[in-house]
T-cell receptor, first 112, second 113 residues
């Protein structure tokens, strides 16, 4: 099956700093999503981004499908940005509705 | 609320109990999924239902039994669980071919004692 690797595994930043999270995947995908898991366990969908670039406020994401990676940018970090960020993909070979494969996540801590 | 509702939010059960987790989606999606998240492990796909038909079962023990009576509802029946089954169980839905991604519920945090 497809492999998903996220880096860095842990990141500690001061409030106001910018950060870049990376997701590498091993095969072609027809779905790539970035999620933020809050302290209560809920997965909040940040971006559906199998290719291209999207922005939503202080967050933006870019996926370069031909090179099999995606980047999540967080600017002007706030303490509420703390949590675990997951990249998840659905590979093309499966034909869809086969479930997302998740990376291990990046644990982000924003200190005041 | 995300459009996917899971109940209960928390569950404590003994190893000899039988319980069920419920998931309901209000998004008109045609595929539903169960995931398990254990401490310090990535999310693991357990079951996939596509148009109410089970299309994936990732070697899940038979003490976990899924049921999908219609495209809006998904259950996970639990019996004779082990303490290592304690985890966060997440339900998700998607529209096959829709191109809008997966939506997850808030999860059920299960503790087996």
């Amino acid at each position: 099956g497809i492999q998903v690797e996220q880096s860095p595994p842990d990141l500690i930043l001061q409030e106001g700093a910018n950060s870049t999270l990376r997701c590498n995947f091993s095969d072609s995908v027809n779905n790539l999503q970035w999620f933020h898991q809050n302290p209560w366990g809920q997965l909040i969908n940040l971006f559906y981004i199998p290719s291209g670039t999207k922005q939503n406020g202080r967050l933006s994401a870019t996926t370069v499908a031909t090179e099999r990676y995606s980047l999540l940018y967080i600017s002007s970090s706030q303490t509420t940005d703390s949590g675990v960020y997951f990249c998840a993909v659905e590979e093309v070979a499966g034909g869809g509705a086969d479930g997302l494969t998740f990376g291990k996540g990046t644990h982000l801590i924003i200190q005041p | 609320e995300t459009g996917v509702t899971q109940t209960p939010r928390h569950l404590v059960m003994g190893m000899t109990n039988k319980k069920s987790l419920k998931c309901e989606q209000h998004l008109g999606h045609n595929a539903m999924y169960w995931y398990k998240q254990s401490a310090k492990k990535p999310l693991e796909l357990m079951f996939v239902y596509n148009f109410k038909e089970q299309t994936e079962n990732n070697s899940v023990p038979s003490r976990f039994s899924p049921e999908c009576p219609n495209s809006s509802h998904l259950f996970l029946h639990l019996h004779t669980l082990q303490p290592e089954d304690s985890a966060l169980y997440l339900c998700a839905s998607s529209q096959h071919g829709g191109g809008y991604g997966y939506t997850f519920g808030s999860g059920t945090r299960l503790t087996v004692v």
